[in-house]
C-alpha cells in the first residue's frame, strides 16, 4: 500500500511504501494457507457487482454423437491424362514426383555386384547332375563381364561425324567418370543393362540367348540361375521407385507438378474429382488440392460401385466432449490457480490490431466454450461430418450442422480446412464443400544434394531469358558444377580441333581496331527467346533456343544437359553408340516452352535430387524428385554484338571495348 503527500515548497509528492502480509504468531502454517477472509459477505457483494447471479441457465456438453462420413482416393490422372490405380502402397508425394532415372555408374555397378551375389548364392546349393558339371563362378563373372561392360569410346577423327566427336568428348572430359570406367571396365558388369537384357526377354524373364549360347554356361543350372535372375530383377525394381512407362505429372512448361486423383461418393453419385495444378514445394497438404464439380461422369468422375462398397464408409461415434484447453487459458474456477507462462493481461494492442484484440477476446470470455471430440482419421482418408447430436446436462439434446453452410463465395461466412473450389464448379454450385481431407504423405523425408539444377533468369542487357544449367550429373551419383563442367568440354574440343581446319587470319600491320559480330557464352547458359502465343499478337511464351559451337570448321548447336530442361528432346537409347554415348540425343524432336510468368524478375531455380523415406508400413521408399524455389535475381550473361576492340602491336586482341 503507497500515500503520498504534496511538497508545497517543490511541489514534489512524498510517497510512503508499507507492505501488507501475514505476520502467523504460530508454528503450524495452515491457518494462514487458507487465505481466510473476514467477512465472507463482501465476496458475494463482488460477485453481485460482476454480474455473476445473473445467470443465463446455459448448459453444458455432456454426451455426443456424430455421424461420420469417409471415403478415400483409389484413382489418380496424371498430366497426360493416364488414370490408373492408386492404392497407398506408396505416398502419394512419391507417386506424383518420382521422375525417370538416369543410372551412374556407381548404381550400375552396384547392381552387377547384387547379380553376382544373388548367383553365387544359388549355386551353393546346386547339385550338379552330371559328375564333373560344375558351376565356376569366377568363370561366369568374367563371362558377364565382357558382355555387359563398361568402357571409354575412343574418338576417330576420320570415321566421326561432329555430332558424334562432340557425344564422346562429353563422357571423356568428365575426369571422374573417366576414372571410374577406366577402374571398373572388365571387373564387373553393368547390371542396368544386365536388368534391361532379361526385361526384353517377357514375363517371366528367361535367360537371354547371348548368355545361354556360350560355350562357358551349362544347360545344367540353368534353373538356379534363372531364380536368381528373377530375386534380381525384384531388388532392383524395389530399390527405387521410377514411372511405369515414363508416365509423370511434370508439367514442363510450368515447372512443377499437375495431377489429379478422385474418390467415390456414397448413393452412386460420380466420384469427387480433386486436382492439384501447381505443386513444386515438395510438401504435398490438403490446401494443394481445388475440389473440380465440372465432371461429366467419365475418367476420374466415372463410378463404380465396387469401390464405393469398399472404401465408403459411415459411423456413429458415441463420446464425451472434453474442454478444449490451450495454454495460458483462463481456469473455469474462481478459486483455482491459473498457469503465468503466457500472461494474456499483458497483451498491448493498438485500435488497429484487430487480430491481437480478436485473440485476447477469444482467449478471455469465449475459450470456455469450445469443446474437443477425438476422431482418429486413416491418412488418404476425405471426411466429412454430417453432424453431431449433443446432450447437455439438462437432458436436451441439440442437432448441430457442420459450419459454412451458405454460399463459398460469401465474405461473411467462416470455415476451416474445406476444399477451394475451380472456377467452372464456382459457377455451377456456390455451396461450400465442408469434408476435410488428409492425403497420404509424409512427415519427413530425407533429401540428397542436387544432381541436376537449373536457374531460369531473366538478362535485361540482352533482352532474353536464360537456362543456367548450375549443377548437371556428374555419372558418379552426384552432380558436378555446370559451369566447370561447360569449361571442361570446351577445353577438350579445342584439343580435339584439327589442325589442318584451322586457318589463323592475319592481322594487317598498323591495325588498332577490330570488329567482332558477336561473342559466346558458357555452354551450360541455355537460351529462352520470346515468341507470341498461338493466335495471339501480345502474349507471348520463351521457347527455348540454342547457342552455336564452332568446332571442325562447322557451326553445331549446343544442347542442354540437364533433364529439366532436355524435354522435347530426342531419347532413343536404341541409338546409343555406347553407354553415355548417343549423339541422336542432340536432335531436337519438338519445341520447348516456358510461360512468360515463370520467369519472373527475382528468377527461380528447379532442383532434382534422390528423396528417401520410410513408409507406415515399415518400407523404405527411394524416388528421383524436382523441387521449385526462390532464385536470387537477375542475371547478366555478357552476351554482346557488333563490338569494336582495340588490338595491341603484337597482333593480339586486347578485349578491352573502344570508346
Known sequence: MATSHLDYETCEPFRSWNRLESRPRRSEFDEVLKASIHDPLWMLTRQWQFGEFQGEDTASAVFAKIMMETTRVNKFQHRDGTISNYDESVPLET??????????LRFRARAGQHWLKFLKNKSLI?????PGDNYDHTLLQKVFASLFTLELPVIDHDNDNTALQVAKARLLSNKLAHQAISGLGGRTPDGVAWYEALKKTGNPVSLPAALTGR???????TTFATEAANEFITWFEKSHEHPANTNDSWSPSNLEYSFGCSMPNKGGADNSVLEAKAYYSGTLDWYDFNLNLDTDGTGLSKK??????????????????????????????????EDGSTDLGNIT???TNIAKILLAQFALMYSNDWFVVPYSVAAGAVSEVKGILVTDNFGERTWVEPAGQGDANDWTGWTMFNFTKTSASEDKTGKTDPRIYIPPVMSKVQESKPLESVEIIRDEMANMVWGVEAIIPDLMGGGQDGNAAAQELSNYLKKLERDDLITPVPIPE???????????VPENWIPFLP?????????IQLQRASMPRWFNKAFSQVRPRTAILREGMNSNEAAAVQLYVNPADEIQNSPYYI?????PRKGIVVEASWQRTRWYNGKTIVWYGRRKKTSRGEGASGLVFDEVIYVDYAGQEALVPAD
Open 95 to 104: 507417386f506424383v514426383e518420382r521422375m525417370p532415372v538416369l543410372y551412374d
Open 126 to 130: 546346386y547339385i550338379p547332375t552330371t
Open 215 to 221: 560355350p562357358e554356361w551349362k544347360t545344367a543350372f
Open 304 to 337: 463404380d460401385a465396387a469401390a464405393e462398397a469398399a472404401l465408403v464408409k459411415t459411423e456413429i461415434l458415441t463420446v464425451i466432449p472434453s474442454e478444449a484447453r490451450f495454454g495460458g487459458m483462463p481456469n473455469s474456477r474462481w478459486w483455482e490457480f
Open 349 to 351: 494492442a493498438e485500435t
Open 510 to 520: 598498323g591495325v588498332k581496331l577490330s570488329y567482332r559480330l558477336g561473342n559466346t
Open 531 to 539: 515468341t507470341h502465343l498461338p493466335g495471339q499478337n501480345r502474349a
Open 595 to 599: 510461360f512468360d510468368e515463370e520467369a
